[in-house]
């Protein structure tokens, strides 16, 4: 018979003969045949399987043996013998491998044939000894695949006791190597197929012998911490985490986390690798177990691990959510690792060039899961946001992409970043430096924070792109000179002309830094801004009395020669400077005169002075409507008294705390320069030298028995903080005027107009108020509307027939603005007022985000402009004009003015303003300028720079004759000159260096470099960490287990 069935299965006859004969064949298995013919049968059945030229012939081979197995079973037990099943297993079988898989298919058959037969017992303890050899050998996926099915049909195969063990382990090995070469679908899937098999195994092993469990997963985290180059463990190691007990969580991760033997390097490389699982499809729980994993490292303060493995992987997890199956699990652990990663923006802005796009993408397809996910992307995204505010270039695309989505509230974003952050349990991590290239396409270079000193950096932006002012400084001769100005010099020229992406001003910090300012803790900008404009003037002035008694010899700028005559430079300064060449750089660029008065109500004596002044302290308004100030015309108003005089009041709410100078925040003697070294204050205005308390005189308290009217939601404008503090006060109450033609005190009407207008007009708004309930001082989150063109009232003296020359007899000036007729002289005065509206544009803005001053971020706004570059005629256009408060309507939309600025605002398209936040430098737009409070609440402006614009530049010898650089910087002198190149070749020295490190150590991860950091590092909760008062904390957004 067996002669019949090879020649039939080898001969050409058509394929339905066969099968007719073949099946003949498989009824005669039915008859007795003697046992050499049934060796024969099996032989031949055997080969047909296993060397079958093609299908049909091993179909036959399987059809032919099992029944011939069946009913000559004693015989097949005879021929499938441990012999011949231990020469398949160790020698193949003719030209087939043993490893090859239809070896296993055969076996795996003929036990199925013999299963109730005694000898089987003597296979089963054959193959407990095989099949671990056989995964010692590290058998591919499909091979692999193929044992597990025996072994999963034939549990008695599987080795038992210490066998077991080790059997489990080196299957976890065998896993771990595992690789899919293809990109084809069809082999992806049953590559994912095969290696489901394996784990399935391995389940069933561990709940059979739960003892074989703890050895396999030391033995999966031996392979995914292995540091060895030359191997890289098998993702498809992620299918058995879905199989390990979620119970184990716990013991197993703080076993791994406390184990002193686990190195850091290995715990790095098995974090990376648990990560990369995410990819794996199918697998559940590995999130679960990677969040885990990242809170057993925080526990044990293993901050290293976790900052090197965030920053390594944190794009490929947010890379995992285009990809629907593996979403949830990488929404999860992405979630956890940015909200807690809180000490730095890092993590988060390596994902943000990102969102925008996935976004859009899932909006676009309108699918239910696709909607659900955005959601919870964009909750966490407003809690990243909200955390690391003070980037409006970089958050605003991704607001514009997720307006749509409903925004968690801000006791919800505290509550979720408040839960749980690891950083809170150490506050000594190492501030790592930024990875700096070259500079970016802005051309403009940042300043690197040296430790919250943000408020240094965001003040001397703004005064570097104070374009006439940085062009006076840049052409200062100071060689051979050590002031501060000569400092300020060269840390203008290098950012100027370095090429360096950002430069570290340590020189310039330490040599301006008040005495009183603690080192690497946040401090108020205007408050170094008011120093290092004060010390500027007065190195000045020293150094002007020193070439005045030393003309023939060479100037020493040496701090022992600028003591030596400061005593002579004090006394100089009683004079007051009326002569433009004799007045001090700060003086030309940043001074004013301010003229205040104030008139008894009793006895209608007055008394007066005027003051210098470089900056102007605005405070907020005690009630949005301007309505509520009684700030009326004598004219038109019904409550006046005293021939005609106003009594002013204002109203102020009961339950809020009382604002130290509320009205003025002793702007007389807190300015930015002393009005003892700028000019000597009259005997009857005398003002205390304390810079944080104003004196009695200056100080403005407000009647707290009006009536509150009902607050109307207002934004106030920067216009309407300059007339409330331009606006007549009554000294009334404690704060009543000692008036000596009484020789008592009286109540008194004071009142200040600006007498003279500085080139650069700075604008301090008094966010800070003090609460004197708790003795804290509060942030005012108030949003202030920011013109970009600001009309400045200046009322000269002049006589009435210099008035009739200069206005039209036909003008009526209460018509013009109700503040301006206010602000005339009661009669009986001998002089006039000129006012004229001086224009302004807006320069430069200084941001504070946060809700302390003592904490939280400053970065600054700001565009070029120049004294000359603006010819419009606008100056002839405002003389008829007034600022108003947005009631009055002066300003309207069709005003000269408003057109002026809507204009401007069109011009605004082009990329002239620029973002300055430390060492990033971006362009942005005056749109981002206005809108930056409403859009992120904490993110308030504090410093505003004005520049006067005029026909002229204005300033005496401030361009050069030559026209060598009217329209650009000057050239730089040698000394500077040569420093910048020196610096240049170093750093180009420098990224050579940096990029062969990089290349030779591309493999390791490091802390040393922190792409893109946050610069202010700590303390926590000031500049740095919790930057904006958003507090610590993080949360796992519902995907953990304990």
């Known amino acids: 018979m067996d002669k019949i069935l090879e020649g039939l299965v080898s001969s050409s006859h058509p394929l339905p003969l066969k099968r007719v004969i073949v099946r003949k064949v498989v009824e005669s298995a039915e008859h007795w045949l003697d046992g050499a013919q049934c060796e024969a049968m099996f032989d031949l059945t055997t080969r047909l399987i296993l060397e079958g030229q093609d299908p049909f012939q091993r179909q036959v081979g399987h059809q032919v043996l099992e029944a011939y197995a069946r009913y000559h079973r004693p015989e097949f037990e005879a021929f499938f013998n441990k012999t011949f099943v231990l020469g398949l297993l160790q020698q193949g079988y003719h030209s087939l491998d043993r490893k090859d898989v239809a070896i296993l298919d055969y076996i795996h058959n003929g036990l199925k044939l013999i299963m109730s037969c005694p000898s089987v017992l003597d296979l089963f303890s054959l193959l407990q000894v095989e099949v671990l050899r056989m995964v010692c050998e590290r058998p591919e996926p499909q091979l692999c695949a193929r044992l597990s099915d025996l072994l999963t049909d034939f549990v008695q195969c599987i080795p038992k006791g210490k066998l077991s063990i080790t059997f489990c382990q080196q299957l976890v090995r065998t896993i771990g190597h595992f690789q899919c070469v293809s990109t084809h679908e069809k082999e992806l899937r049953e590559y994912v197929s095969q290696v489901?098999?394996?784990?399935?195994?391995?389940?069933?092993?561990?709940?059979?012998?739960?003892?074989?469990?703890?050895?396999?997963?030391?033995?999966?985290?031996?392979?995914?911490?292995s540091t060895d180059a030359s191997f890289e463990p098998s993702v498809a190691l992620a299918s058995l985490v879905q199989h390990i007990p979620l119970q184990m969580i716990t013991v197993l991760i703080r076993s791994l986390t406390t184990d002193p033997n686990v190195k850091d390097a290995s715990m790095t490389q098995a974090l990376c690798r648990m990560i990369d699982w995410l990819s794996w499809p199918l697998a559940q729980h590995v999130d679960t177990w990677v969040i885990a994993l990242l809170k057993g490292l925080a526990a044990v303060q293993k901050f290293t691990i976790l900052i090197d493995v965030t920053l390594l992987k944190i794009e490929l997890v947010f890379n995992r959510l285009w990809f629907p199956l593996v979403r949830p699990g990488a929404l999860a652990v992405l979630s956890h690792m940015l909200l807690s990663f809180q000490h730095s923006p890092e993590a988060f802005h390596l994902v943000v060039p990102h969102i925008v796009n996935l976004v859009n993408s899932f909006k676009s397809d309108g699918l239910p899961s696709s909607t659900a996910f955005l959601v919870q992307l964009t909750e966490l995204t407003h809690c990243m946001m909200y955390h690391y505010s003070g980037f409006p270039d970089l958050y605003e695309p991704i607001l514009e992409a997720v307006k749509d989505f409903p925004k968690p509230s801000e006791e919800k974003i505290k509550l979720i970043l408040n839960q749980s952050a690891w950083t809170s349990q150490s506050n000594s991590l190492a501030s790592c430096l930024s990875r700096l290239s070259g500079k970016s396409e802005t051309g403009k270079t940042g300043l690197i924070n040296l430790g919250n000193t943000c408020y240094m950096n965001s003040v001397i932006q703004a005064l570097f792109m104070a374009?006439?002012?940085?062009?006076?400084?840049?052409?200062?001769?100071?060689?051979?000179?050590?002031?501060?100005?000569?400092?300020?010099?060269?840390?203008?020229?290098?950012?100027?002309?370095?090429?360096?992406?950002?430069?570290?001003?340590?020189?310039?910090?330490?040599?301006?830094?008040?005495?009183?300012?603690?080192?690497?803790?946040?401090?108020?900008?205007?408050?170094?801004?008011?120093?290092?404009?004060?010390?500027?003037?007065?190195?000045?002035?020293?150094?002007?009395?020193?070439?005045?008694?030393k003309p023939s010899e060479s100037l020493g700028c040496s701090e022992a020669s600028l003591q030596e005559v400061a005593s002579k430079a004090a006394v100089r300064a009683e004079a007051s400077c009326t002569n433009d060449s004799e007045k001090t750089l700060i003086e030309r660029m940043f001074g004013g005169k301010l003229r205040t008065h104030i008139c008894c109500l009793n006895c209608r004596s007055t008394s007066q002075k005027v003051e210098a002044f470089t900056d102007l302290s605005l405070a907020f308004c005690p009630s949005p409507p301007m309505e509520d100030f009684s700030f009326q015309d004598p004219v038109s108003s019904p409550s006046t008294q005293d021939g005609?005089?106003?009594?002013?009041?204002?109203?102020?709410?009961?339950?809020?705390?009382?604002?130290?100078?509320?009205?003025?925040?002793?702007?007389?003697?807190?300015?930015?320069?002393?009005?003892?070294?700028?000019?000597?204050?009259?005997?009857?205005?005398?003002?205390?030298?304390?810079?944080?308390?104003?004196?009695?005189?200056?100080?403005?308290?407000?009647?707290?028995?009006?009536?509150?009217?009902?607050?109307?939601?207002?934004?106030?404008?920067?216009?309407?903080?300059?007339?409330?503090?331009?606006?007549?006060?009554?000294?009334?109450?404690?704060?009543?005027?000692?008036?000596?033609?009484?020789?008592?005190?009286?109540?008194?009407?004071?009142?200040?107009?600006?007498?003279?207008?500085?080139?650069?007009?700075?604008?301090?708004?008094?966010?800070?108020?003090?609460?004197?309930?708790?003795?804290v001082r509060r942030k005012i989150l108030d949003n202030v509307s920011l013109p970009l063109v600001l009309e400045l009232p200046v009322k000269r003296i002049t006589s009435f027939s210099s008035l009739t020359?200069?206005?039209?007899?036909?003008?009526?000036?209460?018509?013009?603005?109700?503040?301006?007729?206010?602000?005339?002289?009661?009669?009986?005065?001998?002089?006039?007022?000129?006012?004229?509206?001086?224009?302004?544009?807006?320069?430069?803005?200084?941001?504070?985000?946060?809700?302390?001053?003592?904490?939280?971020?400053?970065?600054?706004?700001?565009?070029?402009?120049?004294?000359?570059?603006?010819?419009?005629?606008?100056?002839?256009?405002?003389?008829?004009?007034a600022i108003a408060p947005p009631q009055s309507h002066l300003l309207g939309r069709d005003s000269p003015s408003a057109i002026i600025e809507q204009d401007l605002e069109n011009k605004e398209m082009s990329k002239e303003w620029f973002l300055f936040n430390d060492s990033r430098v971006t362009f942005t737009s005056f749109q981002s300028v206005q809108k930056i409070t409403s859009r992120f609440p904490k993110d308030t402006a504090y410093v505003l720079l004005y520049k006067r614009q005029n026909s002229t530049n204005g300033l005496n010898g401030s361009s050069s004759t030559s026209g060598l650089w009217v329209n650009g910087d000057p050239p730089l002198q040698k000394e500077l000159m040569d420093a910048i190149t020196k610096d240049n070749k170093l750093y180009l020295q420098e990224q050579e260096l940096n990029a062969r490190a990089r290349a030779l150590q591309a493999a390791s991860a490091s802390c040393s470099f922190r792409p893109n950091g946050f610069d202010d590092n700590d303390p926590p909760g000031s500049c740095g960490p919790t930057g904006g008062g958003g507090g610590g904390g993080f949360n796992t957004v519902g995907r953990l287990v304990f």
């Open 805 to 881: 020359k200069s206005w039209s007899v036909d003008v009526d000036f209460t018509d013009i603005s109700e503040n301006l007729a206010k602000k005339l002289k009661p009669s009986g005065s001998e002089d006039t007022f000129c006012p004229k509206l001086v224009p302004y544009l807006l320069s430069s803005v200084v941001v504070h985000s946060g809700v302390s001053s003592e904490s939280g971020h400053y970065y600054s706004y700001a565009r070029n402009i120049t004294g000359a570059e603006s010819s419009y005629q606008m100056c002839h256009q405002s003389e008829t004009l």
């Open 467 to 549: 374009t006439d002012f940085r062009r006076q400084v840049l052409s200062l001769n100071l060689n051979g000179c050590n002031s501060l100005m000569k400092k300020l010099q060269h840390l203008f020229a290098f950012l100027a002309h370095t090429q360096r992406e950002a430069y570290a001003p340590r020189i310039f910090f330490e040599a301006s830094r008040p005495p009183w300012f603690t080192p690497r803790s946040q401090q108020d900008c205007s408050e170094y801004l008011r120093f290092l404009l004060d010390r500027l003037h007065e190195e000045e002035k020293i150094l002007k009395v020193q070439s005045s008694h």
């Open 196 to 225: 489901t098999k394996v784990s399935n195994l391995l389940q069933n092993i561990w709940k059979a012998e739960p003892s074989t469990l703890l050895p396999s997963l030391q033995e999966v985290f031996a392979s995914i911490s």
């Open 644 to 775: 005609g005089l106003m009594q002013t009041s204002v109203p102020v709410p009961p339950e809020e705390p009382v604002v130290y100078n509320p009205a003025r925040a002793a702007f007389a003697c807190n300015s930015v320069i002393n009005e003892r070294t700028m000019s000597s204050p009259p005997d009857d205005f005398d003002c205390t030298e304390n810079t944080s308390v104003p004196s009695e005189s200056s100080k403005i308290f407000v009647n707290k028995d009006v009536p509150q009217k009902p607050r109307v939601e207002t934004t106030p404008s920067v216009t309407d903080l300059l007339n409330y503090f331009l606006a007549p006060e009554i000294l009334t109450g404690d704060n009543q005027y000692y008036c000596e033609n009484c020789a008592s005190l009286q109540n008194a009407e004071k009142t200040m107009q600006i007498t003279e207008e500085p080139e650069y007009l700075i604008l301090t708004l008094l966010r800070f108020s003090y609460d004197q309930k708790y003795h």
